[in-house]
């Protein structure tokens, strides 16, 4: 008697529940469902001081130093993360490998997964050599269920793979569809912050970057991380498409082995080749870092309509140097024109622009672009080669990788040490195409 009741309510309406629910039977509010005190229902909620706190400035190593890097130095206590990526790309592996480190280190984890079984799960901890008996599971394909497993363990962390397979039964429609995603992340976004919990989540994107329905889900979670590469090879990217408690852009670099994910230099691994035509070397940036990175291109005889297509590269500023380069008097007309980059990698930086306009022109003229030569700058419609940031960081990606022909944006600094040859007009870097042809050449002779 006189005791207090731990009940479930609405924070918004304050219909109590006996049971966990993403979604509110009362009000229909999505994640307002919380603990609180029995008593008179729409209770006011629990006022707070502004009495400073550290959480934010505490970090959790994941135990892969690439992956604390693009936190911004490692994960900060109930953040709620989205790890976004292609399927196949090794989303559920990293997880797992997050998972395995950090309750090595003494944080319980709680895997839910939704897309695997327990013995599917289990049998890839093995394979990548993880203790499975030290690790928590619970099917993940039932909102309330997971949330009261991790309401009753109280994980540091609860790693969902994926968001698109977890659904709230009462909310009705089919699981992955964008309300069902949308909800069941605010709900977990409402269990994070209030019972201070981490979690990370999985999420599928389609190749053209779109989170399958959910791309709206971006704005709820404190971070973004998308997961990159070719899924043919095994070199995958890290980034941060958004992060609250760190710099974005940070980048780290992965190697899907027998045994998971690897942390790599992938300095080694793109290191462009030399001399073919239909080649040319970009220095894009990642994060802070410069690479240098062979891109690739082949121009063939087309009927019908012209083809563009690419891989590694973004295909709307792939169409766009095209168009530029043959209003500029390259003419590709109806060639179906491939663009690729060395290695696996993915550049979507525009100032790689000018190495694939480079690229294009060597495979038209079958000449090889200078000897050890790179080009940066960005392109725009009128083909005038603007500035790129970070100048410093990609050309020291070109010394390191013994570049010393650098074609670059005019009035570029720090060019010291290389044999620069300042660009105005994209046709400017590209006069050792020689007698620039004026339609596709045929067969070779
Ligand atoms: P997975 O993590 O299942 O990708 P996602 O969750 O993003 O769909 O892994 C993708 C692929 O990686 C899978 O086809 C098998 C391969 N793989 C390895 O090559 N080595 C390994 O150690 C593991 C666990 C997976
Ligand atoms: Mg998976």
Same mark, same amino acid.
Request: neutral net charge; glycine residues 14%; proline residues 7%.
């Given at each position: 008697m006189g005791k207090v009741r731990t009940v479930l309510s609405c924070r918004d309406c304050g219909q109590q529940l006996a049971r966990w629910a993403g979604? *509110?039977?009362? *009000?229909?509010?999505?994640?307002?469902?919380e603990e609180g005190r029995g008593?008179?229902?729409?209770?006011?909620p629990a006022l707070e001081t502004?009495?400073?706190?550290d959480a934010d400035e505490r970090r959790i190593s994941t135990g892969l130093p690439g992956v604390d890097r693009v936190l911004g130095g490692g994960l900060v206590p109930s953040t709620v993360a989205l790890l976004a990526?292609?399927?196949?790309?090794?989303k559920s592996t990293l997880l797992l490998q997050m998972v395995a480190n950090l309750s090595a280190a003494g944080l319980p984890c709680l895997f839910a997964s939704g897309e695997e079984s327990r013995r599917q799960v289990s049998a890839r901890a093995h394979r990548l050599g993880i203790?499975?008996?030290s690790l928590s599971f619970v099917t993940g394909r039932e909102l309330p269920a997971v949330v009261e497993a991790a309401r009753a363990m109280r994980p540091f962390l609860l790693a969902v793979d994926s968001i698109q397979s977890l659904?709230?039964?009462?909310?009705g429609q089919v699981p992955g569809g964008p309300s069902q995603v949308r909800g069941c992340a605010d709900a977990l976004v409402g269990f994070a912050k209030s019972e201070g919990v981490s979690v990370v989540m999985t999420g599928h994107v389609t190749?053209?970057?779109?989170?399958?329905? #959910?791309?709206?889900?971006e704005h709820a979670v404190d971070v973004v991380l998308a997961f990159d590469g070719? #899924?043919?090879?095994g070199l995958r990217m890290l980034s941060a498409g958004k992060n609250r408690f760190g710099a974005e852009g940070e980048v780290a670099w992965f190697e899907m082995s027998g045994a998971g994910l690897r942390e790599i230099d992938p300095a080694h691994l793109l290191l462009p080749g030399g001399g073919e035509p239909g080649a040319a070397t970009a220095l894009p940036l990642a994060g802070r870092r410069g690479l240098a990175v062979e891109v690739q291109a082949l121009v063939a005889g087309g009927e019908g309509t012209a083809r563009r297509q690419v891989s590694g590269l973004d295909l709307r500023r792939f169409q766009l140097v095209g168009a530029v380069l043959d209003s500029a008097g390259l003419r590709l007309g109806r060639a179906d024109v491939f663009g690729a980059v060395a290695g696996g990698a993915r550049l979507d930086d525009p100032a790689c622009d000018l190495a694939v306009a480079a690229a294009v022109a060597s495979a038209v003229a079958r000449v090889p672009a200078p000897t050890a030569s790179a080009f940066v700058g960005e392109i725009g419609l009128t083909g005038v080669v603007r500035p790129a940031p970070g100048m410093g960081a990609r050309l020291s990606a070109a010394r390191a990788a013994g570049l010393h022909t650098v074609f670059v #944006?005019?009035?570029?600094?720090?060019?010291?040490g290389f044999r620069p040859v300042p660009v105005r007009h994209v046709m400017q870097a590209l006069t050792?195409?020689?007698?620039? #042809?004026?339609s596709v050449p045929g067969p070779p002779p």
């Amino acid at each position: 008697m006189g005791k207090v009741r731990t009940v479930l309510s609405c924070r918004d309406c304050g219909q109590q529940l006996a049971r966990w629910a993403g979604r *509110c039977p009362g *009000c229909g509010a999505w994640g307002t469902i919380e603990e609180g005190r029995g008593g008179l229902a729409a209770s006011a909620p629990a006022l707070e001081t502004l009495a400073h706190d550290d959480a934010d400035e505490r970090r959790i190593s994941t135990g892969l130093p690439g992956v604390d890097r693009v936190l911004g130095g490692g994960l900060v206590p109930s953040t709620v993360a989205l790890l976004a990526g292609e399927p196949g790309i090794g989303k559920s592996t990293l997880l797992l490998q997050m998972v395995a480190n950090l309750s090595a280190a003494g944080l319980p984890c709680l895997f839910a997964s939704g897309e695997e079984s327990r013995r599917q799960v289990s049998a890839r901890a093995h394979r990548l050599g993880i203790e499975g008996s030290s690790l928590s599971f619970v099917t993940g394909r039932e909102l309330p269920a997971v949330v009261e497993a991790a309401r009753a363990m109280r994980p540091f962390l609860l790693a969902v793979d994926s968001i698109q397979s977890l659904r709230e039964p009462s909310a009705g429609q089919v699981p992955g569809g964008p309300s069902q995603v949308r909800g069941c992340a605010d709900a977990l976004v409402g269990f994070a912050k209030s019972e201070g919990v981490s979690v990370v989540m999985t999420g599928h994107v389609t190749k053209d970057g779109d989170l399958a329905g #959910p791309r709206a889900l971006e704005h709820a979670v404190d971070v973004v991380l998308a997961f990159d590469g070719d #899924p043919r090879s095994g070199l995958r990217m890290l980034s941060a498409g958004k992060n609250r408690f760190g710099a974005e852009g940070e980048v780290a670099w992965f190697e899907m082995s027998g045994a998971g994910l690897r942390e790599i230099d992938p300095a080694h691994l793109l290191l462009p080749g030399g001399g073919e035509p239909g080649a040319a070397t970009a220095l894009p940036l990642a994060g802070r870092r410069g690479l240098a990175v062979e891109v690739q291109a082949l121009v063939a005889g087309g009927e019908g309509t012209a083809r563009r297509q690419v891989s590694g590269l973004d295909l709307r500023r792939f169409q766009l140097v095209g168009a530029v380069l043959d209003s500029a008097g390259l003419r590709l007309g109806r060639a179906d024109v491939f663009g690729a980059v060395a290695g696996g990698a993915r550049l979507d930086d525009p100032a790689c622009d000018l190495a694939v306009a480079a690229a294009v022109a060597s495979a038209v003229a079958r000449v090889p672009a200078p000897t050890a030569s790179a080009f940066v700058g960005e392109i725009g419609l009128t083909g005038v080669v603007r500035p790129a940031p970070g100048m410093g960081a990609r050309l020291s990606a070109a010394r390191a990788a013994g570049l010393h022909t650098v074609f670059v #944006p005019e009035g570029a600094q720090g060019l010291e040490g290389f044999r620069p040859v300042p660009v105005r007009h994209v046709m400017q870097a590209l006069t050792w195409a020689a007698a620039r #042809p004026t339609s596709v050449p045929g067969p070779p002779p």
